[in-house]
């Protein structure tokens, strides 16, 4: 039996809390750049945290595990929030894919030569986002602003993490 509730489609809703429809909607944009970037970075992450190898092991294997929980949370949160601002989020790999300034990891390299591209793509994210604090502020959108600000410390301190263990 079909059911109504089956047949509904998440689509972009009026919202009504002080920033134009205008002004959101570039921000649902900047929000699904900033969530398919770190799609992309969730996944490399993973990936060097099951093929490290080298005296390093062990921290760069449970430090990659805190940054992929804390990316698995941060995309959670950023992708509500497109919702919470009136559109829709992100469907499935592709779509995070086409939006993602960060570059796919094809292929398997050193464990230092991952933790450097890992160390750029954390740098890369904390640009990616002051960019989007901006725009969140240049509307007055100050929850995604203050989301987005919280979010560059904490990539800026895992490049610094990163670094320092395979300096
Ligand atoms: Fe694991």
Not at 60 to 77: P, S, V
Not at 138 to 167: F, N, P
């Amino acid at each position: 039996m079909a059911h109504s509730s089956m047949q509904t489609v998440a689509k972009e809703v009026p919202v009504e809390t002080g920033v134009d429809r205008k002004d959101r909607r570039e921000l649902a944009k900047m929000l699904t750049k900033i969530v398919g970037s770190s799609h992309v970075l969730y996944a490399k992450v993973r990936g060097v945290h099951w093929n490290v190898v080298g005296p390093a092991f062990y921290s760069l294997h449970n430090m990659t595990e805190e940054h992929y929980e804390d990316l698995n949370t941060a995309i959670d949160d950023m992708a509500e929030r497109i919702r919470a601002i009136g559109f829709t989020a992100p469907t499935g790999l592709s779509e995070m894919m086409e939006n993602s300034s960060i570059k796919d990891q094809t292929k398997l390299l050193s464990t230092e030569d991952m933790v450097k591209e890992l160390v750029e793509d954390h740098e890369k994210m904390a640009r990616l986002l002051r960019d989007g604090v901006a725009a969140a502020e240049d509307v007055d959108d100050v929850k995604t602003a203050d989301m987005l600000t919280e979010r560059i410390g904490v990539h800026e301190e895992a490049a610094w993490m990163l670094r320092a263990t395979i300096s």
